[in-house]
T-cell receptor, first 114, second 110 residues
Framework: NAGVTQTPKFQVLKTGQSMTLQCAQDMNHNSMYWYRQDPGMGLRLIYYSASEGTTDKGEVPNGYNVSRLNKREFSLRLESAAPSQTSVYFC?????????????FGQGTRLTVV | TQLLEQSPQFLSIQEGENLTVYCNSSSVFSSLQWYRQEPGEGPVLLVTVVTGGEVKKLKRLTFQFGDARKDSSLHITAAQPGDTGLYLCAGVRGTYKYIFGTGTRLKVLA
């Protein structure tokens, strides 16, 4: 079972470059999320998508854009990368509406901006 | 400002000791979840607590949701090296906006 798949796993960017982080889930889940993880900060929500066609800002959306391409895919774009965006990025999905559902995570993308 | 603060941030203990991790907020959450994360992996769900005052047990782990649904605790009895990892609490605002805590990194020494 693939679950949530993120690509790439590692990436080094120069300041000002752009890139898109890809995320796909094969569990037919409605909601999808992008988090970043920094030491001592836990996971911080960047953007989320409650369902196909909708996206909303999380705690730290500045410098990022997202696209919910279809039910399976939710991408995160950095238009002009900055060193402050060096982090580990996690995509997650949840099966349905409601506050008690489990989040399933990908294995993360480790991004370094130099 | 992080909505969910965890304490302690780091904890290193000997095998067999007991420990408690706290997750605190000034906001009310409709439910709260605890996850554990291993190096190089995404977090994995341990438990969900929904009702104020609720207590759930998972083998040697005991989870409690505060009466006012603003805080939670995780107690581990007789910790083992396999309990080593990053423990994260997560609360939901509204229906879809899940917010994670700052994390507690636990190391259990054999």
């Amino acid at each position: 079972n693939a679950g949530v798949t993120q690509t790439p796993k590692f990436q080094v960017l120069k300041t000002g470059q752009s890139m898109t982080l890809q995320c796909a889930q094969d569990m037919n889940h409605n909601s999808m999320y992008w988090y970043r993880q920094d030491p001592g900060m836990g996971l911080r929500l960047i953007y989320y998508s409650a369902s196909e066609g909708t996206t909303d800002k999380g705690e730290v959306p500045n410098g990022y854009n997202v696209s919910r391409l279809n039910k399976r895919e939710f991408s995160l774009r950095l238009e002009s990368a900055a060193p402050s965006q060096t982090s580990v990025y996690f995509c997650a999905s949840r099966p349905m509406e409601g506050s008690n559902t489990e989040a399933f995570f990908g294995q993360g993308t480790r991004l370094t901006v130099v | 400002t992080q909505l969910l603060e965890q304490s302690p941030q780091f904890l290193s203990i000997q095998e067999g000791e007991n420990l408690t991790v706290y997750c605190n907020s000034s906001s009310v959450f409709s439910s709260l979840q605890w996850y554990r994360q291993e190096p190089g992996e995404g977090p994995v769900l341990l438990v969900t607590v929904v009702t104020g005052g609720e207590v759930k047990k998972l083998k040697r782990l005991t989870f409690q949701f505060g009466d006012a649904r603003k805080d939670s605790s995780l107690h581990i009895t007789a910790a083992q090296p396999g309990d080593t990892g990053l423990y994260l609490c997560a609360g939901v605002r509204g229906t879809y906006k899940y917010i994670f805590g700052t994390g507690t990194r636990l190391k259990v020494l054999a």
